[in-house]
């Protein structure tokens, strides 16, 4: 699938390998590249990213994937549901560190590694860059581009597309920012 990929996408898996090791993670995350879709330049999901704002709001972006992480990765609509079940997540979050020390919920799996310095994709950012091609192939396209990247983010249920939506850039306001509102199916 990679030899799909435009210049500008394997930027972007490039820059969000690049992110996780310069950030001591394990693997490759969905908010990694999402982080490095930020750090992308003259591209049309950098335009549709400027265009929604969210480029200068990456300080908001990365409070709500710190406070996500706390959360042992859980969505603020997960923690809305456990609060509907009368659990409060906050007050489990909190005895649980003070038993254990911060950030104790933090996922920090070991992955296999197959040579030293390789770091894997999560199940979760996999299933992303599956879903670019998804919606390259919906679109007509024959090559998976950042854009496709930035639509694959917003579709998946999750941490980055719950944090994507609250600062306004959905699925449908990605799409409208980058293709005018030419929607196909996807």
Known sequence: MFERFTEGARGVVT???GRSERSGADTVTDEHLLLALLDQRGTRASFALTALGITDRRDSLEEAFARARRRGGLTQADADALAGLGIDLGEIVSKVEEAHGEGALRVARKPRRWW?????????????LEKSLRIAVGRGDR???DAHLL??????PGVVAEVLA???ATY???ERAM??????AS
Not at 116 to 128: D, E, L, N, Q, V
Not at 151 to 156: E, G, I, K, M, N
């Open 143 to 145: 090559h998976i581009g």
């Open 151 to 156: 639509l694959a983010l917003t579709a998946r």
């Open 172 to 174: 449908a306001a990605v």
């Open 15 to 17: 820059g969000a390998v």
């Open 166 to 168: 609250d600062h306004g």
């Open 116 to 128: 030293p310095g390789h770091r894997g994709f999560t199940p979760a950012a996999k299933a992303t």
């Open 179 to 184: 293709f005018g509102g030419l929607s196909q």
